[in-house]
């Protein structure tokens, strides 16, 4: 079942030299599955991800043929409607967690907020569901971590209070934007777990950016890899090795392996074409 | 595996007495701040080429005259000594005698200081009022209309002499108009006629409930106050627009909207609370300013301020008066500073 379809979503930035643009014409679906979007830095992955939930900042452009959640277009929208969207039906985790809690609130009251903004419920309520959403991300002292500001928290604890925070309303759409980059390699496997956990008890989409095609291969159902702008492949996860583009295969053979070790990594040769052919879509036939 | 409970975070210490050691390191640093300021004011005092003996007695007192008064000054002491008995004069509220009026100082000072503060209060509250909400929307609304509106009002209040601008609107709103009183804080017929309590007219009236001689010296001082409220509105409304301005690209902004919160609570829930503690110095520091006097402002609208009592006491070389004035304008910066520092604690956890 699709829960969103995005069709010919270009991201556009006017700057001195002209139009950049930093999303060129991607098209893909999503069910409730792990999609992941891959590509190097700067191909457009972040921008996909805002521009679903129209997060594009002025002068920055978002168009697309449609955006459509459950057979709403999130284009037609207003802004207001467009709120109720955000946090309560697609939600987003961004990729550290020291800059995207607020400071000089207490994590209680971040949490807190995030449910009491969808839900019409009380304080007491809200508070008791944002103490057994921490502990459903493993936290083993919620009502300290409620008490205690972001800066006392190590980044994998931050991470997983995102997490918690916007899973609080239920939204059945996540996207995750890099979501451990900013963590030690020790901690990301457990954030990660905790993620696909919650994702798979609840029958969420989730939409998980990387730059790490291992990780994405090994932790998604089906993968875009994106380069300047655009979708040069779309395939299974499981299927990866089978990729035939070769900015894709590039990626594969740039990364490091157990099983076949090198002297050398080969370094990404590219090629002008593949920015100019055509996004591939990812949409997904309805099974 | 994943799903093991972590406990890693410290327990933050708390010791019952968390709080006492600020405190003290704080009166520690003011009693410090504090003695540098009476040392300056002190040396600066015997470095004038003005003879403190002469300026008690005259230009023609005889040699006994004088050396008798040198003595009772404690002059003949050593240097360090002075300086002890000057300081304690100082924490008695003593700062000698006023040559101009021979009347003490402190006196003076308890009679001015009130006329500037009720001026810089309502200046300050002006500033803050119209200069915050002018600097978050012409962050969040950059490139605006209302963002450029904001940008000449400020430019306009950097550039403009105070003296002129003053001129000006007591020529207009006095002078045509005669929409306001004039200078001076009140109508000679309103003088003395209510008690004089803290020294601030609107204050005095108020509690006297003499609501004739409260709208005389509103009228009277509506005009000064807006002038320096409008100067510090410009520099209040530019900072607090590059403050947000700051905020505003954080990443916890994102965060924000993304939970699905309207623009205008992003702004006032969540960046808001992160630029107070920049803002607090800020005002603090604009008011510091408008408390020392603004001798110009106190001048054209004949205000007896701390200002012009300065001013005029040095062009008289009345040394006590000019050393006791400074004295007092320090201590205002020491305690908007402490001030500052205090609310700076409260509102920023990472502070603890
Ligand atoms: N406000 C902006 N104005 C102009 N260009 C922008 C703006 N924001 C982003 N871009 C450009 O858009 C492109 C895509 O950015 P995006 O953040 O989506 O990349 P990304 O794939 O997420 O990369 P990374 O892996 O580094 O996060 C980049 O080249 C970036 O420079
Ligand atoms: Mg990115």
Same mark, same amino acid.
């Given at each position: 079942?699709?829960?969103?379809?995005?069709?010919?979503?270009?991201?556009?930035?006017?700057?001195?030299?002209g139009?950049?643009?930093?999303?060129?014409?991607?098209?893909?679906?999503?069910?409730?599955?792990?999609?992941?979007?891959?590509?190097?830095?700067? @191909?457009?992955?972040?921008?996909?991800?805002?521009?679903?939930?129209?997060?594009?900042?002025?002068?920055?452009?978002?168009?697309?043929?449609?955006?459509?959640?459950?057979?709403?277009?999130?284009?037609?929208?207003?802004?207001?409607?467009?709120?109720?969207?955000?946090?309560?039906?697609? @939600?987003?985790?961004?990729?550290?967690?020291?800059?995207?809690?607020?400071?000089?609130?207490?994590?209680?009251?971040?949490?807190?907020?995030?449910?009491?903004?969808?839900?019409?419920?009380?304080?007491t309520?809200?508070?008791?569901?944002s103490?057994?959403?921490?502990?459903?991300?493993?936290?083993?002292?919620?009502?300290?971590?409620?008490?205690a500001?972001?800066?006392?928290?190590?980044?994998?604890?931050?991470?997983?209070?995102?997490?918690?925070?916007?899973?609080?309303?239920?939204?059945?759409?996540?996207?995750?934007?890099?979501?451990?980059?900013?963590?030690?390699?020790?901690?990301?496997?457990?954030?990660?777990?905790?993620?696909?956990?919650?994702?798979?008890?609840?029958?969420?989409?989730?939409?998980?950016?990387?730059?790490?095609?291992?990780?994405?291969?090994?932790?998604?159902?089906?993968?875009?890899?994106?380069?300047?702008?655009?979708?040069?492949?779309?395939?299974?996860?499981?299927?990866?090795?089978?990729?035939?583009?070769?900015?894709?295969?590039?990626?594969?053979?740039?990364?490091?392996?157990?099983?076949?070790?090198?002297?050398?990594l080969?370094?990404?040769?590219?090629?002008?074409?593949?920015a100019?052919?055509p996004?591939?879509?990812?949409?997904?036939?309805?099974? | 595996?994943?799903?093991?409970?972590?406990?890693?975070?410290?327990?933050?210490?708390?010791?019952?007495?968390?709080?006492?050691?600020?405190?003290?390191?704080?009166?520690?640093?003011?009693?410090?701040?504090?003695?540098?300021?009476l040392?300056?004011t002190?040396?600066?005092?015997r470095?004038?080429?003005?003879?403190?003996?002469?300026?008690?007695?005259?230009?023609?007192?005889?040699?006994?005259?004088?050396?008798?008064?040198?003595?009772?000054?404690?002059?003949?002491?050593?240097?360090?000594?002075?300086?002890?008995?000057?300081?304690?004069?100082?924490?008695?509220?003593?700062?000698?005698?006023?040559?101009?009026?021979?009347?003490?100082?402190?006196?003076?000072?308890?009679?001015?200081?009130?006329?500037?503060?009720?001026?810089?209060t309502?200046?300050?509250?002006?500033?803050?009022?119209?200069?915050?909400p002018?600097g978050?929307?012409?962050?969040?609304?950059?490139?605006?209309?209302?963002?450029?509106?904001?940008?000449?009002?400020?430019?306009?209040?950097?550039?403009?002499?105070?003296?002129?601008?003053?001129?000006?609107?007591?020529?207009?709103?006095?002078?045509?108009?005669?929409?306001?009183?004039?200078?001076?804080?009140?109508?000679?017929?309103?003088?003395?006629i209510?008690?004089?309590?803290t020294?601030?007219?609107?204050?005095d009236?108020?509690?006297?409930?003499?609501?004739?001689?409260?709208?005389?010296?509103?009228?009277?001082?509506?005009?000064?106050?807006?002038?320096?409220?409008?100067?510090?509105?410009?520099?209040?409304?530019?900072?607090?627009?590059?403050?947000?301005?700051?905020?505003?690209?954080?990443?916890?902004?994102?965060?924000?909207?993304?939970?699905?919160?309207?623009?205008?609570?992003?702004?006032?829930?969540?960046?808001?609370?992160?630029?107070?503690?920049?803002?607090?110095?800020?005002?603090?520091?604009?008011?510091?300013?408008?408390?020392?006097?603004?001798?110009?402002?106190?001048?054209i609208?004949?205000?007896?301020?701390?200002?012009?009592?300065?001013?005029?006491?040095?062009?008289?070389?009345?040394?006590?008066?000019?050393?006791?004035g400074?004295?007092?304008?320090?201590?205002?910066?020491?305690?908007?500073?402490?001030?500052?520092?205090?609310?700076?604690?409260?509102?920023?956890?990472?502070?603890?």
């Open positions: 079942m699709t829960l969103l379809e995005v069709e010919d979503l270009w991201v556009k930035f006017p700057t001195r030299q139009i950049f643009e930093a999303v060129r014409g991607v098209s893909f679906s999503l069910g409730k599955e792990r999609l992941g979007i891959v590509g190097e830095s700067g @191909s457009g992955k972040s921008m996909t991800g805002r521009a679903i939930l129209r997060l594009i900042r002025k002068p920055g452009i978002v168009e697309a043929g449609h955006i459509t959640l459950e057979g709403t277009d999130l284009m037609q929208l207003s802004e207001k409607e467009m709120r109720k969207v955000r946090g309560q039906r697609i @939600s987003m985790v961004m990729q550290d967690p020291k800059f995207s809690l607020n400071p000089v609130m207490t994590i209680g009251a971040q949490m807190m907020e995030a449910y009491l903004l969808h839900k019409n419920t009380s304080k309520q809200a508070r008791a569901k103490l057994e959403m921490l502990k459903a991300v493993s936290i083993s002292d919620p009502e300290r971590v409620m008490r500001y972001p800066h006392e928290m190590s980044g994998g604890m931050g991470q997983r209070i995102m997490i918690a925070m916007m899973l609080i309303p239920d939204p059945q759409i996540l996207i995750a934007d890099e979501p451990t980059s900013a963590l030690d390699v020790s901690v990301q496997r457990q954030v990660l777990d905790i993620m696909d956990r919650l994702v798979t008890e609840r029958g969420m989409g989730l939409i998980f950016i990387s730059h790490d095609l291992n990780l994405v291969a090994e932790f998604c159902d089906r993968v875009l890899i994106m380069y300047a702008g655009r979708v040069v492949e779309v395939c299974d996860a499981d299927r990866l090795h089978e990729a035939k583009h070769p900015y894709t295969q590039g990626l594969l053979n740039s990364l490091p392996r157990i099983e076949d070790p090198r002297k050398h080969v370094a990404l040769k590219r090629d002008d074409a593949w100019e052919a996004s591939v879509s990812g949409v997904k036939a309805d099974a | 595996m994943a799903d093991a409970p972590v406990t890693t975070e410290r327990r933050s210490t708390a010791p019952l007495f968390s709080w006492a050691k600020p405190i003290v390191f704080t009166l520690g640093s003011v009693a410090v701040t504090m003695l540098g300021l040392f300056v002190f040396i600066i005092g470095v004038m080429p003005i003879d403190p003996v002469l300026a008690v007695l005259g230009e023609r007192a005889s040699q006994e005259a004088y050396d008798a008064t040198y003595k009772a000054m404690g002059l003949d002491q050593p240097l360090l000594v002075q300086f002890f008995y000057y300081l304690t004069d100082v924490l008695r509220g003593d700062f000698g005698m006023s040559i101009l009026n021979a009347r003490p100082v402190s006196e003076d000072i308890a009679r001015v200081f009130p006329a500037t503060l009720e001026l810089a309502i200046g300050i509250i002006i500033g803050v009022v119209l200069g915050v002018l978050v929307v012409a962050a969040v609304k950059r490139g605006s209309w209302i963002d450029q509106i904001a940008r000449v009002v400020a430019l306009v209040g950097y550039s403009m002499p105070i003296f002129w601008l003053g001129l000006m609107g007591l020529l207009v709103f006095y002078g045509i108009l005669g929409w306001v009183g004039g200078p001076g804080r009140l109508d000679i017929f309103y003088e003395d209510v008690p004089a309590r020294g601030m007219i609107l204050v009236s108020a509690i006297a409930g003499d609501w004739s001689v409260f709208r005389n010296a509103f009228s009277h001082i509506v005009l000064p106050a807006s002038l320096l409220g409008y100067y510090s509105l410009a520099y209040i409304s530019r900072m607090t627009r590059s403050f947000m301005l700051e905020q505003l690209s954080a990443e916890y902004v994102t965060t924000a909207r993304v939970k699905g919160m309207s623009e205008w609570a992003v702004i006032w829930v969540h960046v808001f609370k992160n630029i107070r503690v920049q803002l607090i110095t800020v005002i603090a520091l604009s008011y510091a300013n408008l408390l020392e006097g603004s001798v110009l402002t106190e001048i609208f004949s205000w007896p301020g701390i200002g012009s009592y300065i001013t005029t006491s040095l062009l008289s070389a009345d040394m006590n008066a000019v050393l006791g400074t004295v007092v304008v320090g201590l205002v910066f020491i305690v908007l500073n402490v001030f500052s520092d205090l609310l700076y604690r409260v509102f920023d956890p990472r502070s603890k």
